[in-house]
């Protein structure tokens, strides 16, 4: 299963697709299973890069009674713009934002780390 995600050129916010729109949530991510579909959507939220940035595909899971992203750090970025729960999404609370704060599962770095080196 794959969600696709942006941020909001707006406010920077995390936002999700859904069927023609983005919302905020990612409890009402539209989710797609066949790959064309997934794919499909994708170019029409990139025709529409006037409202968000660079929109990609993610990997999502299922945790319990929810689907969360695959990714850690698709996990964080779905709580907010920080990981403090005194803001964002975090704040406002809610049973999707608390689930996903405990999801379990394959959560996974999706890249590499690369260092600098310093002189």
Do not use: C
């Given at each position: ?77 779905c709580l ?37 080196k310093?002189?």
């Open positions: 299963m794959r969600a696709l995600t942006a941020n909001r050129l707006a406010d920077g916010e995390t936002v999700f697709w859904n069927k023609g729109r983005w919302v905020e949530r990612f409890v009402e991510a539209e989710l797609f299973e066949a790959a064309d579909e997934a794919e499909g959507a994708e170019a029409s939220a990139k025709s529409q890069q006037t409202v968000v940035v660079d929109p990609y595909l993610i990997d999502v899971i299922q945790s319990g009674a929810i689907w969360a992203p695959l990714s850690y750090r698709e996990r964080i970025r907010g713009p920080t990981n403090h729960p005194h803001h964002g999404k975090q704040a406002e609370g809610g049973a999707d934002i608390e689930a996903l704060v405990h999801a379990e599962g394959a959560a996974r770095s999706s890249g590499r780390v690369n260092l600098i310093r002189k």
